[in-house]
Nanobody, 126 residues
Framework: QVQLVESGGGSVQVGGSLTPSCVASGYTNRHFSMAWFRQAPGKEREGLDCVDRVNGTAYHDYLRDRLAISRDFAKDTMYLQIKNLKPDDTAMYFC????????????????????WGRGTQVTVSS
């Protein structure tokens, strides 16, 4: 069965950076998409960026200067580099993936994905 495990969150000060990672297990091939979401207390889950089976991505313009998603197919791991962290970035960060095989692109909507990790907390203090 597919399992996603996030790590690499933490507590940082404003202006710092973090690179959470997500390890996927249980897949027998690389033909699936993955994505990063975050959810702050009292807010809806927000899609940040995604990466498909050929490394195509779909970030939001308002985050493009501070986020960089990457995927290491050899390690079955996805990363999210977050730079210049702000207090509004404080949230639980989740990774998600869909059933394989999937040969399309990716999306940053929750309904697109079938599997979810338990999240890694990012806290930014001023």
């Amino acid at each position: 069965q597919v399992q996603l495990v996030e790590s690499g969150g933490g507590s940082v000060q404003v202006g710092g950076s973090l690179t959470p990672s997500c390890v996927a297990s249980g897949y027998t091939n690389r033909h699936f998409s993955m994505a990063w979401f975050r959810q702050a207390p009292g807010k809806e889950r927000e899609g940040l960026d995604c990466v498909d089976r050929v490394n195509g991505t779909a970030y939001h313009d308002y985050l493009r200067d501070r986020l960089a998603i990457s995927r290491d197919f050899a390690k079955d791991t996805m990363y999210l580099q977050i730079k210049n962290l702000k207090p509004d970035d404080t949230a639980m960060y989740f990774c998600a993936s869909n059933r394989a095989p999937y040969y399309g692109g990716c999306a940053t909507t929750t309904a697109f994905y079938d599997y979810w990790g338990r999240g890694t907390q990012v806290t930014v203090s001023s």
